[in-house]
């Protein structure tokens, strides 16, 4: 039986349009990063990894909904960065490193933070050229 959080998540996540199902991508990535780091802290190597793995699998899936076409320079230094994330999350996952999940929190929020403040200022223009860099 699903509690309340997870009904509303899936709420959110079906209703969403594909500019906000990015930043939800990038929440849940940064909230299971935070659970590796405790996970590492607290020495729970099985909490830590599956935790890792879940963060590089939406790290994945942020980078192939790019459209590389479309997107030109915006998409492929996204596409990049994404790349770099995912293979240092690898690096963090072997090293069990909380400092290199550190470095990705920090990454992905900053991307985060971009991302709302693009979708925020598309919303007060009449032509919004977000969807331009997302696939679909």
Same mark, same amino acid.
């Given at each position: 039986m699903?509690?309340?959080?997870?009904?509303?998540?899936?709420?959110k996540?079906? @209703?969403?349009?594909? +500019?906000?199902?990015v930043g939800i991508l990038y929440e849940g990535a940064i909230r299971f990063l935070k659970?590796?780091? =405790?996970?590492?802290?607290?020495?729970?190597?099985?909490?830590?990894?599956?935790?890792?793995v879940r963060a590089q699998?939406?790290?994945?899936?942020?980078?192939? @909904?790019?459209?590389? +076409?479309?997107g030109g320079d915006i998409a492929n230094n996204l596409s990049k960065?994404?790349?770099?994330?995912?293979? =240092?999350?690898i690096e963090a996952n072997i090293k069990k490193d909380p400092n290199l999940v550190g470095e990705c929190i920090g990454l992905l929020s900053e991307l985060n933070s971009a991302w709302s403040k693009v979708i925020k200022d598309a919303r007060g223009t009449s032509t919004s050229?977000?969807?331009?860099?997302?696939?679909?």
């Open positions: 699903q509690n309340q959080s997870d009904k509303y998540l899936e709420m996540i079906q @209703t969403a349009t594909p +500019e906000a199902l659970q590796a780091a =405790r996970g590492m802290d607290g020495q729970d190597w099985y909490t830590a990894h599956s935790n890792i699998n939406i790290v994945s899936e942020l980078n192939v @909904t790019l459209d590389k +076409e479309k960065i994404y790349i770099y994330i995912h293979d =240092r999350l050229r977000v969807g331009v860099v997302l696939a679909g």
